[in-house]
């Protein structure tokens, strides 16, 4: 849920059901050539391993196209056009960042499979700052109901692990628990931050918006 931005989805690769589309740049007088490199260019990807989608669909413009594949969310695009094919290049756009770049065509293979290992390095780390950014903690009522009071993120505190409990902070605040650790976070030297009774463990809240 933290991928994405104005324009749609942004897939990590690794989860992405297609990993690159290519989309052939035609014209009337190259079409046929065009659709037959890219073609091949989509095979060759398969070949290498990667989840390809070759979108030839001839009732769509290309940046119809364009927009379509953003809005999906799929980590890597591949233009391919009767210019690109004059130079000897594919251009690959990021999904993530947007980056443009003209790739030579012998070496496409390659590069998209070490750079869909990037995106996904570089998505995985925003994603970790995002959370490490909106992750608060607190170990005491005054200070919990008070940052439950705006849009805090999630909020880290000791709780008593009683249901009652849960139900009085979502009454008066609006947030439930998101989630608690696998390996839970053993909290019994705090005082639960809702009702300040024992506290169990630590416990992730937040509000749905």
Request: aromatic residues 6%; hydrophobic residues 35%.
């Given at each position: 849920m933290v991928h994405g931005d104005d324009a749609g989805l942004k897939l990590p690769p690794r989860v992405a059901p297609a990993q690159t589309v290519v989309i052939p740049?035609?014209?009337?007088?190259?079409?046929?050539?065009?659709?037959?490199?890219?073609?091949?260019?989509?095979?060759?990807?398969d070949a290498a391993g990667l989840r390809v989608k070759l979108d030839d669909r001839d009732?769509?413009?290309?940046?119809?196209?364009?927009?379509?594949?953003?809005?999906?969310?799929?980590?890597?695009?591949?233009?391919?056009?009767?210019?690109?094919?004059?130079?000897?290049?594919?251009?690959?756009?990021?999904?993530?960042?947007?980056?443009?770049?003209?790739?030579?065509?012998?070496?496409i293979a390659a590069w998209a499979n070490a750079t869909l290992d990037k995106i996904q390095g570089d998505m995985l780390a925003a994603a970790a700052a995002l959370l490490a950014e909106n992750t608060k903690t607190v170990d005491n009522c005054d200070d919990f109901y008070l940052l439950l009071e705006g849009r805090p993120g999630f909020v880290r505190a000791p709780w008593c692990g009683g249901?009652?409990?849960?139900?009085?902070?979502?009454?008066?605040?609006?947030?439930?628990?998101?989630f608690l650790p696998l390996e839970a976070e053993d909290a019994s030297d705090h005082s639960c931050a809702g009702c300040a009774g024992k506290a169990k463990m630590w416990a992730y809240f937040a509000k749905a918006y």
């Open positions: 740049i035609t014209f009337e007088d190259t079409k046929e050539d065009i659709l037959s490199k890219a073609g091949k260019l989509a095979e060759e990807l009732e769509y413009t290309p940046g119809w196209k364009f927009n379509e594949w953003e809005l999906r969310g799929v980590p890597l695009r591949l233009e391919l056009g009767p210019q690109d094919v004059e130079k000897g290049v594919v251009t690959a756009v990021r999904r993530d960042t947007r980056e443009k770049a003209q790739i030579r065509r012998s070496e249901t009652s409990c849960e139900d009085h902070i979502a009454a008066e605040t609006g947030a439930t628990i998101r």
